[in-house]
C-alpha cells in the first residue's frame, strides 16, 4: 500500500488500468513528465 501511495505522490509515474476485469493496475513511468523535482501534495 505505502508503494502505491508513494507513486502516486510523484508526476513521474502513471497508473494504467489492467486489462483484466479486476481491481488490480499497473505503474508505468509517464514519459510526458517534466525531468527535476515534482510537486508535492
Known amino acids: 500500500n505505502s ?3 508513494n507513486l502516486s505522490l510523484h508526476n513521474r ?3 494504467v488500468q489492467n486489462e483484466g476485469t479486476g ?3 499497473w505503474w508505468m513511468i509517464n514519459p510526458d513528465a517534466k525531468p527535476g523535482k515534482s510537486a508535492r501534495r
Request: glycine share 0%; hydrophobic share 35%.
Open 3 to 5: 508503494i502505491r501511495h
Open 13 to 15: 509515474f502513471m497508473r
Open 23 to 25: 481491481k488490480s493496475s
